[in-house]
């Protein structure tokens, strides 16, 4: 259980991590 947990914890670092990255490259792409 604590296993899954971690995974579960790094999985929404890294789904955070590239959602920040999308809106940034989106910003830019809109001349922000």
């Known amino acids: 259980m604590k ?3 971690f995974i579960q914890y790094i999985k ?3 789904m955070g991590q ?3 990255y ?3 490259k989106c910003n830019k ?3 922000m």
Do not use: F, P, T
């Open 3 to 5: 296993k899954y947990k």
């Open 12 to 14: 929404e670092i890294i």
């Open 18 to 20: 590239y959602n920040n």
């Open 22 to 24: 999308k809106i940034k």
């Open 29 to 31: 792409g809109n001349g």
